[in-house]
């Protein structure tokens, strides 16, 4: 599966952006979806995943409460809609995916073969 975000963007603290990634390549509905950042100088980091029908969902610790992860199969997009910024939660943001009916957990980057290009969210002050 081919994988591409959008939706990044220069935000001020407090605001809320939703982030898309549109897929290419059949079979959409099996795959795990996920949302990953990274920060300058920092690892990459699992924001969020979901299952493929969209019952199963994880999310960090950090964006819990603000952060919905979201995918409409028909369409083959999954979406990440993040509100309340934060100054911390700037980053390039990645989709990725990986092949299976389960949502593993603990999730990591090195389970999802995958990958988009990246989203920049910028969060000022």
């Known amino acids: 599966v081919q994988l591409q975000a959008s939706g990044g963007g220069l935000v001020q603290a407090g605001d809320s952006l939703r982030l898309s990634c549109t897929t290419s390549?059949?079979?959409?509905?099996?795959?795990?979806m996920g949302w990953f950042r990274q920060a300058p100088g920092k690892d990459r980091e699992l924001v969020a995943a979901?299952?493929?029908?969209?019952?199963?969902?994880v999310y960090a610790d950090s964006v819990k409460g603000r952060f919905t992860i979201s995918r409409d199969n028909a369409k083959k997009m999954v979406h990440l809609q993040m509100n309340n910024l934060k100054l911390e939660d700037t980053a390039v943001y990645y989709c990725?995916?990986?092949?299976?009916?389960?949502?593993?957990?603990?999730?990591?980057?090195?389970?999802?073969?995958?990958w988009g290009q990246g989203t920049l969210v910028t969060v000022s002050s």
């Open positions: 390549g059949r079979s959409f509905g099996g795959y795990v």
């Open positions: 990725a995916a990986y092949s299976d009916s389960v949502l593993r957990t603990p999730l990591k980057a090195t389970d999802f073969p995958s």
């Open positions: 979901i299952n493929w029908s969209g019952a199963s969902t």
